[in-house]
């Protein structure tokens, strides 16, 4: 029954859901600094502001005033205050300070602020007025109030004065362990003052309360616990005489399951004896909502307290918020709901009587264990026990403490809401300064208004989003305005000043008039307000006109037959009570069907181009289905409704595949108007892509036939009109036919290889591959699909693709391509809607695509002269036939300068090339010609080289070889043609 009840508060809220209707006062830290921690002077209505890194002054209105610097500081988790601590070996490093208190000695006129650096080391604020004078307080562990984890600090009423202190504020601080030195750790809760030590400079010490011979105004957590037994404080606060911490802890020592406790000490009791814990319990439907997120203490109204209470005139009530957390541990668990639960202060005081009386009577309860070891039980003492039955505000012996109760406290629970998850927890007044409400804030940035009425029943009437665009978390931290008349929240990194008054966040009529606020909202010319604010006479809250938001579509023919959509609110119930009437460029518009937020109309005839505005005419009575009166009449003003007249002139493609897929562009006027537009070609749909003013595009459906082709020769499979009907008007170009043809075919590819980088041309071989507009190579390689765009040729039998660059995969998966067998892939072609290419792979002896590493061409180590007789240049180089060996010849493009050289043969590591272009004449000042390869996506820079004659030097040898050999030539012939002539005879001379 009672998760029905849930459930049933969360659809009354669901009702109210809106979001910011009015830009609120906000403030916005520099940097987008996150805000934590806020305080008021409520003397001056000034505002404090405690975030990372720095501290705020601001005005009541949220105007910066003043700024100070508090970090980044140089700092380490387990170094004390200070640049250079004596007994700290760790590096320090900038750390942002984040401020996790700041509090107001209303009593001295000092603001205090404790951050997460120097071991949460506070600093006094001295002068209210500019909070850049401060100094920061000494490096004694007492003057350690911040941290890393969980800190609850207040400035609460002085204990009985005495001759240690005098009369002032106490600090009543509670501190969750954060795994620091334990030198540096001050006791978990405490009760301290702070004083000023020299009024002429201004410095200030902090000190327990009581301390001196081992005792002290606190208590610390067992040392052998401390860093294992970590306890949460989640909210502090005082009554009457006592003052009280929520905290969340496991349930023992040995248990590692979580739940919430409340803490109490008596304000006077200077040793702690005082020390008590009690358990809570929040449940609903058997569910315990274990850990405790925010509290507030609520001021009830003297009405509230007579109902629950008739012995007493005044008393207060605590409320806590609750979730679950996730199993043994502390951390909430977000998904899961979040409920609120209460008791009154009276009740809790009562409570705490009962667990003292039944600890010292009946010996019920025991040590806290991680305060005390061995646990102990009560121990019993009859007078002790008499003393507290007398006296509600027993302050404890030193017989037993501190004090565990045995049993727990049931709070009462009180709203819950599905699926929401509370970080903050406020309250607001009425105009007679009541408390009328708690003001809920969410993890996602929601604020929730919860009405408390005489009975404590409870009643959920508003949600809105705190600021317009953020789901930033609201902060635990809240405070009133001085007039009380608005409540401040922390969010990301502003700070929102909240009207308790919300009428003006109600953005419709019937939610404003409908609304549970105690100062009842009214209707008054656009704009939600309480009477008083209205300036006109036209304030009403029994009756609302309507409103129209806006329509769609905002254009249609002038023949009619558009239906438009028109949101808004108040066009009446669904029921026939209400009189309804649209008009639209003052041409009625006949009512199809209509309900409280939306009326949908189709248009008449209009005869020509006209344009006016959308009005609508609601009467309707309260009734069971219209909980409030609506009268009145609205029109869209300057937003217009525009009659037009739609053409078509021409489309493109004429032809496409009998299988569709075709992308037709339709062009006009006017061809996005109306509300419904259908393109057929034939008796088929063409799905449409894009739309504007002048064109249309749309995807051709499938020609289904059972008959031969029409054409046999031109393979025509069936031509027909094509026609677009905007609103059930129908245009076509009655001298224009498309044409289904016969889907093409793919015979073959060739080359079936290429290098990685890609780019080289691929020939692919087919009929009819002119009717797709923008056919595409697929290659496909472990799933990893690459497709490239071709160009058909107008015969339609071949087409021209590009090889794709699959370095990408590579460097993905850290491939590497092997020599001889390379990378293969997958081929299919995209053709429109045709199939059977895009299982080319599947056909055609199973055509295979191979990738091969690049070719690498090496620049030359030098330049090269050509002469000007020479051939050939050669290039050398790696993997250069790979890829290319069928088609490295018009597939390398070698040039010298802007001139080709023809390649004439390519092996795996040299290219020759014929130079094109040579010069006639060859001068001694031959320019350097840079030599560059290209090969698909790849180019390569090989140097240069110079044309040049052969030297004189060459020349003249060559010139005394060819003389002297011809010289022995002609000796030789000589020789032989005398021994021909003339027989060899050796004659002996004749003695004269």
């Keep these: 029954m009672e998760k029905i009840k849930l459930f049933i508060l969360g659809l009354l809220f669901s009702i109210f859901t809106l979001s910011t209707a009015k830009p609120m006062t906000t403030f916005k830290a520099p940097n987008n600094k996150n805000v934590s921690q806020i305080a008021v002077n409520y003397e001056t209505g000034t505002v404090y502001i405690g975030a990372d890194n720095a501290l705020y002054q601001l005005s009541a209105d949220l105007i910066l005033k003043l700024t100070t610097k508090t970090g980044p500081v140089l700092d380490h988790p387990q170094c004390g205050p200070g640049p250079v601590p004596a007994n700290c070996n760790e590096t320090r490093t900038l750390r942002d300070n984040q401020n996790v208190v700041l509090e107001i000695d209303t009593d001295q006129q000092l603001l205090l602020s404790c951050g997460t650096t120097d071991q949460g080391r506070c600093a006094v604020h001295y002068d209210l007025s500019d909070i850049r004078n401060f100094e920061n307080l000494n490096n004694s562990i007492t003057s350690f109030v911040g941290g890393r984890q969980e800190v609850v600090a207040f400035f609460g009423e002085p204990p009985f004065a005495s001759v240690y202190h005098g009369r002032q504020k106490a600090l009543y601080t509670a501190m969750t362990y954060d795994s620091r030195k334990l030198d540096y750790f001050p006791k978990a809760i405490s009760t301290r003052l702070l004083q000023q030590t020299n009024p002429t400079t201004n410095e200030y010490k902090m000190r327990y309360l009581m301390?001196?011979?081992?005792?002290?105004?606190?208590?610390?957590?067992?040392?052998?616990?401390?860093?294992?037994?970590?306890?949460?404080?989640?909210?502090?606060?005082?009554?009457?005489?006592?003052?009280?911490?929520?905290?969340?802890?496991?349930?023992?020592?040995?248990?590692?399951?979580?739940?919430?406790?409340?803490?109490?000490?008596?304000?006077?009791?200077?040793?702690?004896?005082?020390?008590?814990?009690?358990?809570?319990?929040?449940?609903?439907?058997?569910?315990?909502?274990?850990?405790?997120?925010?509290?507030?203490?609520?001021?009830?109204?003297?009405?509230?307290?007579?109902?629950?209470?008739?012995?007493?005139?005044?008393?207060?009530?605590?409320?806590?918020?609750?979730?679950?957390?996730?199993?043994?541990?502390?951390?909430?668990?977000?998904?899961?709901?979040?409920?609120?639960?209460?008791?009154?202060?009276?009740?809790?005081?009562?409570?705490?009587?009962?667990?003292?009386?039944?600890?010292?009577?009946?010996?019920?309860?025991?040590?806290?264990?991680?305060?005390?070891?061995?646990?102990?039980?009560?121990?019993?003492?009859?007078?002790?026990?008499?003393?507290?039955?007398?006296?509600?505000?027993?302050?404890?012996?030193?017989?037993?403490?501190?004090?565990?109760?045995?049993?727990?406290?049931?709070?009462?629970?009180?709203?819950?809401?599905?699926?929401?998850?509370?970080?903050?927890?406020?309250?607001?007044?009425?105009?007679?300064?009541?408390?009328?409400?708690?003001?809920?804030?969410?993890?996602?940035?929601?604020?929730?208004?919860?009405?408390?009425?005489?009975n404590m029943e409870v009643y959920p009437y508003a949600k809105f989003q705190l600021i317009e665009g953020s789901t930033s978390p609201i902060q635990k931290d809240w405070a009133h305005d001085k007039g009380k008349k608005n409540i401040y929240f922390l969010s990301g990194n502003q700070v929102t000043k909240f009207s308790m008054n919300s009428c003006g966040f109600y953005r419709d009529c019937g939610s404003c008039i409908q609304n549970q606020e105690s100062d009842p909202c009214g209707w008054c010319y656009g704009v939600c307000t309480v009477k008083a604010e209205c300036k006109h006479s036209g304030w009403t809250n029994d009756s609302c006109p309507?409103?129209?938001?806006?329509?769609?579509?905002?254009?249609?023919?002038?023949?009619?037959?558009?239906?438009?959509?028109?949101?808004?609110?108040?066009?009446?119930?669904?029921?026939?009570?209400?009189?309804?009437?649209?008009?639209?460029?003052?041409?009625?518009?006949?009512?199809?069907?209509?309900?409280?937020?939306?009326?949908?109309?189709?248009?008449?005839?209009?005869?020509?181009?006209?344009?006016?505005?959308?009005?609508?005419?609601?009467?309707?009575?309260?009734?069971?289905?219209?909980?409030?009166?609506?009268?009145?009449?609205?029109?869209?003003?300057?937003?217009?409704?525009?009659?037009?007249?739609?053409?078509?002139?021409?489309?493109?493609?004429?032809?496409?595949?009998?299988?569709?897929?075709?992308?037709?562009?339709?062009?006009?006027?006017?061809?996005?108007?109306?509300?419904?537009?259908?393109?057929?070609?034939?008796?088929?749909?063409?799905?449409?892509?894009?739309?504007?003013?002048?064109?249309?595009?749309?995807?051709?459906?499938?020609?289904?036939?059972?008959?031969?082709?029409?054409?046999?020769?031109?393979?025509?499979?069936?031509?027909?009109?094509?026609?677009?009907?905007?609103?059930?008007?129908?245009?076509?170009?009655?001298?224009?036919?498309?044409?289904?043809?016969?889907?093409?075919?793919?015979?073959?590819?060739?080359?079936?290889?290429?290098?990685?980088?890609?780019?080289?041309?691929?020939?692919?071989?087919?009929?009819?591959?002119?009717?797709?507009?923008?056919?595409?190579?697929?290659?496909?390689?472990?799933?990893?699909?690459?497709?490239?765009?071709?160009?058909?040729?107008?015969?339609?039998?071949?087409?021209?693709?590009?090889?794709?660059?699959?370095?990408?995969?590579?460097?993905?998966?850290?491939?590497?391509?092997?020599?001889?067998?390379?990378?293969?892939?997958?081929v299919s072609f995209i053709m429109d809607d045709v199939q059977s290419v895009r299982e080319f792979y599947k056909h055609q002896n199973h055509q295979t695509f191979h990738f091969y590493q690049d070719p690498v061409f090496f620049p030359f180590n030098d330049a090269i002269e050509l002469f000007k007789d020479d051939k050939y240049l050669t290039i050398r180089g790696e993997n250069l036939n790979l890829a290319l060996e069928d088609t490295f010849k018009t597939a390398v493009q070698v040039l010298i300068g802007q001139d080709a050289c023809d390649v004439i043969t390519l092996t795996a590591d040299l290219l020759t090339c014929l130079p094109t272009q040579r010069p006639s004449d060859i001068s001694s000042d031959e320019p350097k010609r840079p030599v560059k390869v290209e090969v698909g996506n790849l180019k390569f820079d090989i140097g240069y080289v110079r044309y040049a004659e052969k030297s004189n030097t060459i020349l003249l040898v060559a010139c005394i070889v060819t003389v002297v050999v011809i010289l022995i030539l002609a000796v030789g012939f000589l020789l032989l043609f005398m021994k021909k002539k003339t027989p060899w005879t050796m004659e002996t001379p004749k003695e004269k």
């Design 211 to 454: 301390e001196g011979y081992n005792q002290y105004s606190a208590i610390e957590i067992l040392k052998q616990y401390r860093s294992n037994f970590i306890v949460h404080y989640v909210y502090g606060f005082e009554h009457r005489q006592f003052t009280y911490f929520i905290a969340v802890m496991r349930d023992s020592l040995q248990s590692n399951n979580y739940h919430t406790r409340l803490i109490r000490i008596c304000q006077h009791d200077h040793l702690y004896v005082s020390y008590m814990e009690l358990p809570l319990k929040c449940a609903l439907s058997g569910v315990e909502y274990n850990t405790a997120t925010s509290a507030t203490v609520v001021p009830l109204s003297a009405e509230v307290v007579y109902k629950l209470n008739k012995t007493m005139t005044t008393d207060s009530a605590l409320f806590i918020t609750f979730s679950e957390s996730h199993k043994r541990t502390y951390d909430v668990d977000t998904t899961k709901d979040s409920v609120v639960c209460y008791h009154t202060m009276w009740s809790i005081e009562k409570a705490f009587q009962g667990a003292l009386y039944d600890c010292y009577r009946m010996e019920m309860g025991h040590y806290v264990e991680w305060f005390h070891q061995p646990k102990t039980t009560c121990y019993h003492n009859g007078d002790e026990a008499f003393k507290i039955l007398r006296n509600i505000d027993y302050c404890g012996s030193m017989d037993n403490y501190p004090i565990e109760a045995s049993t727990k406290l049931d709070l009462k629970f009180w709203y819950g809401y599905s699926g929401v998850y509370y970080t903050s927890l406020a309250y607001s007044f009425d105009a007679k300064k009541q408390v009328d409400d708690l003001v809920l804030g969410t993890n996602s940035g929601q604020i929730h208004k919860v009405r408390i009425d005489p």
């Design 546 to 826: 309507p409103v129209i938001h806006d329509f769609m579509p905002k254009a249609g023919p002038t023949k009619g037959g558009t239906q438009i959509e028109i949101s808004g609110a108040n066009f009446g119930s669904s029921s026939s009570s209400a009189m309804v009437i649209v008009s639209v460029a003052k041409l009625k518009c006949q009512i199809l069907h209509s309900n409280q937020t939306s009326i949908t109309c189709k248009t008449g005839n209009a005869s020509k181009d006209i344009s006016g505005q959308v009005a609508v005419s609601v009467v309707e009575e309260v009734s069971q289905t219209m909980p409030y009166k609506i009268d009145g009449k609205d029109d869209t003003q300057d937003r217009k409704f525009f009659y037009k007249t739609p053409r078509v002139e021409a489309y493109f493609p004429h032809v496409g595949p009998q299988s569709g897929g075709t992308l037709m562009t339709i062009n006009g006027s006017n061809l996005d108007i109306g509300s419904e537009i259908t393109i057929l070609v034939g008796s088929s749909v063409c799905r449409i892509q894009e739309i504007n003013s002048f064109s249309v595009q749309c995807l051709t459906s499938s020609y289904t036939y059972s008959a031969k082709p029409q054409n046999r020769r031109k393979r025509i499979v069936y031509a027909s009109k094509v026609s677009v009907n905007i609103d059930g008007n129908a245009m076509s170009q009655k001298d224009q036919l498309y044409t289904y043809e016969e889907d093409p075919s793919v015979s073959a590819l060739n080359p079936q290889r290429s290098f990685v980088s890609g780019g080289l041309e691929i020939s692919v071989k087919g009929e009819r591959l002119h009717i797709i507009q923008n056919p595409k190579l697929n290659l496909t390689i472990a799933e990893t699909e690459f497709i490239q765009e071709c160009v058909p040729r107008s015969n339609g039998y071949s087409m021209t693709c590009k090889s794709p660059n699959i370095t990408s995969l590579l460097y993905t998966n850290s491939s590497s391509v092997n020599d001889s067998t390379g990378i293969e892939a997958r």
